[in-house]
């Protein structure tokens, strides 16, 4: 009788050793679970985060391209392999917008609106002295690698960097106003002069770049390669 009590008693060291042991690989089979669940989570929520942010930056790439203005005083869209600088359109006045890769990041910079040729002209030459590292430069993405820009012209796309069709000057804003009003104070001053002789020969003619009908971005993100076409409409428009 004593015996049988005895063995009727709870469970061995070893049964609950093993029953432990079971526990301990069920949680841990469940941890795993889990922590997949939160990493794959995780991952999506990234994801999603640079595919929003990406819509962004390429919404203000877009909108400053439709935005593109000649003025005249300033190139309005050049490459030099880096960095693009294009002058566009704003409710307060002109602004100057410099899109370059610089450390694998790609970057933003846009100086404060201008109105005056001078302050257009001031803003052009910083433009070509940024570091990355001033007021205005906005980090849109990190790992850029090599970017490109290419400018459709009468429907073949070629190198940026390559010369364009060329046209004369007349009719460009900044220009033709500086050129009005330098011709106004000559014609003040030469009213109280004798007439000269007028000049003989052909007079010498300004030309630039026209715009280009269409720009090519082909730019590395995250080692994948972007690709992304903008139509320019008349003036830039």
């Known amino acids: 009788m004593k015996s049988a009590r005895r063995g009727g008693a709870g469970f061995t060291l070893v049964e609950v050793l093993v029953a432990l042991l079971i526990m301990a690989l069920l949680a841990g089979l469940a941890w795993q679970g889990v922590d997949g669940m939160v990493r794959s989570r995780d991952d999506s929520r990234q994801a999603l985060d640079r595919t929003v942010r990406l819509d962004t ?11 593109l203005i000649d003025t005249g005083a300033v190139p309005p869209i050049t490459f030099d392999g880096q960095t693009l600088r294009l002058t566009r359109r704003s409710d307060d006045g002109v602004v100057l917008v410099a899109w370059a890769v610089r450390d694998g990041t790609w970057q933003r910079w846009a100086a404060p609106a201008a109105t005056t040729v001078g302050a257009l002209q001031d803003d052009w030459l910083r433009s070509q002295q940024l570091l990355g590292n001033e007021a205005g430069q906005v980090r849109l993405s990190g790992g850029a690698g090599p970017w490109q820009i290419y ?24 220009v033709a106003l500086a050129a009005a009003a330098a011709a106004a104070a000559t014609a003040a001053s030469a009213a109280s002069e004798p007439a000269a002789a007028p000049a003989t020969g052909p007079q010498p003619v300004a030309v630039r770049e ?4 269409g720009v090519r971005l082909v730019i590395t993100l995250d080692g994948h390669t972007l690709t992304r076409d903008i139509a320019l409409g008349p003036g830039g428009a």
């Open 210 to 213: 026209l715009l280009p009908d």
């Open 151 to 174: 400018f459709n012209r009468g429907g073949l796309w070629s190198n940026a960097q390559s010369t364009g069709d060329l046209a004369p000057v007349a009719g460009a804003g900044g």
């Open 57 to 67: 930056v390429l919404t203000q790439w877009e909108q400053d391209l439709r935005a």
